[in-house]
């Protein structure tokens, strides 16, 4: 199948973008690299210290310098659903890179805070920051300089492109992402949204509402909605960072074990010491970005990736913006229907066919780079499988998506999708530009004309709407949310009562500076409206009462307010010095500070920017190596 032409130009136009900043990401790729195992630049004290409470015959490997080393970077915690499996994967890593002739060493764990426990909490003003912190921590746990390769176990939020940043910066280094799955289907998304609407309108008390929540957030595994977390494992799938149908995989079963074992010994088989070197940096080029902002429309999926995508797209030296999402969202079907965008979970969708078959139905319908190069090699028609156990219960075995999906209700064709577009649309005035995703938004509610009321935080919000202010038209205007002004926290806390006053016949609608990530819903909301209020944004000038109008149809963010009046108005300012102060935001204060805008991924780090031009030093590593010397160089040894 030809690739489709927005398709082709986007992706052209991102390459051409990135052209300056990608040549020197690989420039610093390059330079990384070393003849031999990464450890033999280490001097003997260095090494000693590396290997030093190693098993005997682990340590006799890593002494010799012949075979790989495989780092482990774990995001586990045991407060964090998700990520409580991840305790017993280390010790089958290590078993298992040993049977390829490799080792495996525990290199260094992240940080992994859960948005579903911060949420509507001032410890919720760390968690986009988190992201960051995350990826620094990666550094660090890579800087020892011992690996030739690298599994992450990460699931949720900001935790899996913050490991993958991370590890882009290590780009030399073959990496792969390793899950934990799904918690089993609990209570029905549905019926704990309305619970929740339930209890916002005081028709049921806190017990009901705790036994509700606790019925669908119930064990171990990923919560089953699709939200960030989910998002970034469908991510994770079509970059070709996971082995193929691994996402959705429960917790706690032989063949998550078994996938797990595999994904550890492709770490070892890709390394530099074998014919099948892959490095990550290579892997996440302009095509798997491009690839991935197609899964997340397709899918329906999280919001917050319109921040993630561009800091991971970033970290290798690509440039993308909210055009690029706008313009491919288009022309991409949206072919899933889970929740909040329909009632189905990721279980459901899952067993209706899960990945595998997105990915190959988008691949046919040329709405995929297949070109690309993944951890399994060249070419990403090999991911679209599923996984069974092998025989006797032992290993892995893939098998073909299936043809057809399982339930038309959860998943289709690319011919006959739920609508020809993936919902994600670029909104824009002369209020800024910001994200809306309206995949879950009735087409009658997807323009909203009415004044504004202007709010300067969440609890102002509630307050208003619980003394019944908030009985009438309007737009709410959410502002001083954006990263520099208090680190950029979801809003859920506004969903429920915006869903109530819309379903009482209202016409609401909110404009942000914050998030509200995947599980926004069924209420419009203009989101990481950029330039934010502090880098000078106009959101600062409206005032209550002014007429504003938000169009997802014709792309429309608008004050209408008479220009010079406009013009003439000054910025709104607010006292944010209690968002500077305890849970730990005052050591985040550095991030604030230097923080990009949303539409440039609200990151702290800089584009990759070229090598000083020095006579000889990048000539030879450490100990004399002389050090491979271009992209063209890694693309000749492959071809070869």
């Known amino acids: 199948m030809a690739l489709h032409p927005v398709l082709e130009s986007v992706t052209a136009r991102i390459i051409a973008r990135s052209k300056p900043s990608r040549g020197a990401y690989l ?35 890593l002494k010799e310098l012949k075979k790989p080393s495989v780092a482990i970077v774990s995001a586990y915690n045991d407060m964090l659903s998700a990520h409580q499996p991840f305790e017993g994967f280390p010790a089958l890593i290590k078993d298992a890179v040993r049977e390829v002739g490799a080792v495996a060493q525990f290199a260094g764990g992240t940080p992994a805070m859960c948005d579903g426990v911060t949420q509507g909490q001032p410890g919720m003003e760390l968690s986009l920051f988190s992201r960051d912190a995350i990826a620094m921590s990666t550094a660090i746990a890579l800087s020892h300089n011992m690996f030739d390769s690298a599994v992450y176990l990460g699931v949720c939020d900001k935790i899996v492109p913050g490991l993958l940043i991370g590890a882009l910066h290590f780009g030399h280094l073959p990496a792969v992402f390793v899950p934990a799955g799904p918690m089993t289907t609990g209570l029905s998304n549905s019926e704990k949204a309305k619970i929740r609407q339930l209890y916002a309108q005081g028709k049921v008390g806190r017990a009901e509402l705790l036994e509700g929540e606790s019925q669908s957030y119930h064990g171990a595994g990923t919560c089953t909605f699709y939200g960030t977390a989910n998002s970034n494992q469908m991510l994770m799938e079509v970059m070709g960072l996971h082995l193929p149908g691994a996402a959705f995989i429960t917790p706690n079963t032989p063949l998550r074990a078994e996938l797990t074992r595999a994904a550890a010994r492709r770490a070892a088989v890709i390394s530099a010491q074998s014919d099948e070197y892959l490095p990550v940096g290579h892997v996440v080029d302009e095509k798997a970005i491009v690839n991935a902002i197609v899964a997340l429309l397709t899918t329906g999926g999280s919001t917050n990736h319109t921040l993630h995508l561009v800091a991971i797209a970033k970290a290798a030296g690509i440039v993308i913006d909210w055009d690029d999402f706008d313009e491919l969202s288009k022309v991409v079907p949206l072919l899933t229907r889970i929740y909040p965008n329909g009632n189905a979970d990721v279980n459901h969708f899952h067993a209706a066919g899960g990945t595998g078959f997105v990915i190959r139905e988008l691949l046919d319908g040329g709405l995929l780079h297949d070109d690309v190069t993944t951890i399994l090699g060249k070419g ?37 999708p739920f609508s020809p577009d993936g919902g994600t649309v670029l909104v824009k005035g002369n209020l800024g530009r910001a994200v809306m995703k309206v995949s879950a938004v009735k087409p009658e509610h997807q323009t909203v004309e009415a004044p504004a009321l202007v709010f300067n935080s969440q609890e102002d919000f509630m307050e208003a709407y619980k003394a019944g202010q908030l009985d009438r038209d309007f737009v709410a205007v959410l502002r ?25 016949g209202r016409h609401v609608a909110l404009v942000t500076d914050g998030r509200m990530s995947g599980a926004s819903g069924k209420v419009p909301a203009a989101i990481h409206v950029s330039p934010e209020i502090l880098a000078g944004g106009p959101l600062g000038r409206v005032r209550d009462g002014d007429i504003i109008r938000v169009c997802a149809r014709t792309g429309t963010l608008e004050a209408k307010v008479e220009a010079s009046v406009w013009a003439a108005r000054e910025q709104a300012t607010a006292d944010l010095t209690p968002n500077g102060v305890g849970m730990g935001r005052e050591l985040f204060a550095m991030f604030r500070h230097s923080v990009s805008e949303a539409e440039q991924g609200a990151t702290t780090f800089p584009l990759p920017s070229p090598i ?29």
């Open 27 to 61: 420039a610093h790729l390059d330079a990384a690299r070393v003849k031999g195992v990464q450890r033999g630049t280490l001097a003997c004290t260095n090494l000693a210290h590396g290997f030093a409470a190693f098993p005997a015959n682990d340590k006799l490997s």
């Open 380 to 416: 990403l028609r090999a991911h679209c499988t599923e996984p069974f156990l092998g025989e006797n219960g032992q290993g892995v075995v893939w098998k073909a998506a299936p043809e057809q999906s399982g339930d038309e209700a959860v998943l289709r064709k690319i011919t006959a």
């Open 480 to 504: 001083f949310q954006g990263p520099r002004a208090n680190g950029m926290p979801e809003l859920h806390a506004l969903t429920p009562a915006l869903a109530n006053l819309q379903d009482a």
């Open 612 to 640: 000083p031009t020095v006579v000889g030093l990048h000539d030879k590593d450490p100990v004399g190596n002389t050090v491979p010397g271009s992209d063209e160089d890694f693309s000749m040894k492959k071809e070869a």
